[in-house]
């Protein structure tokens, strides 16, 4: 089975850093991936592992742990605009399936 | 844009109808995949087809149904609808071992 965990909400000021952490118990492994998905719109691909370490994209850095079951994805000098949903998905090696957290919302304030 | 094509965008249907869902994924992608997302829920895998053939399946209902056809278009089936199948369904398609592309998805609004 696959069990992916996420906090529901986190809310951060704008210039701001903010972590969001992702668990995950899955039966094989083939990467994790962050989406973001404002309210009612597709989710948009923002980063991925595969390997353990960190992987840096602008303001956007994703961590990976393999074997401890965790990433985290770092967002720098917040904006307004990334207040969000956050989907954090493990893809298995089988299926090559993309299993998705329940998401982390994120209210960036001024 | 992705290059993930849905149609319709929105949809009203009454409770007991059916109605298909069309996805048209990237050029050249292999998978498929469909997702439900309920109000203020996560993307719940529905299923998944790989070059035509079923590879996944989710908490797909017995109501649903997919396919993909040899073009490699897919289209979800949802049968006997009820007021709790209103959500927003996604298509994703993705080449091998990269991330996923999503569509915009359908709103299907069951009344």
């Known amino acids: 089975g696959q069990n992916i965990d996420q906090p529901t909400e986190m809310t951060a000021t704008e210039g701001a850093i903010v972590q969001i952490n992702c668990t995950y118990q899955t039966s094989g492994f083939n990467g994790l991936f962050w989406y973001q998905q404002h309210a009612g719109e597709a989710p948009t691909f923002l980063s991925y592992?595969?390997?353990?370490g960190l992987e840096e994209k602008g303001r956007f850095s994703s961590f990976l742990s393999r074997s401890k079951g965790y990433s985290y994805l770092l967002l720098k000098e917040l904006q307004m605009k990334d207040s969000a949903s956050y989907l954090c998905a493990v893809r298995d090696n089988y299926g090559q399936n993309f299993v998705f957290g329940p998401g982390t919302r994120l209210s960036v304030l001024p | 844009d992705s290059g993930v094509t849905q149609t319709p965008k929105h949809l009203i249907t009454a409770t007991g109808q059916r109605v298909t869902l069309r996805c048209s994924p990237r050029s050249g992608d292999l998978s498929v995949y469909w997702y439900q997302q309920s109000l203020d829920q996560g993307l719940q895998f529905l299923i998944q087809?790989?070059?035509?053939?079923?590879?996944a399946k989710g908490n797909i209902l017995e109501r649903f149904s997919a396919q993909q056809f040899p073009d490699l278009h897919s289209e979800l089936n949802l049968s006997s609808l009820e007021l709790g199948d209103s959500a927003l369904y996604f298509c994703a398609s993705s080449p091998r071992n990269t991330e996923a592309f999503f569509g915009q998805g359908t709103r299907l609004t069951v009344v």
């Open positions: 087809y790989y070059n035509g053939e079923e590879r």
């Open positions: 592992n595969v390997l353990d």
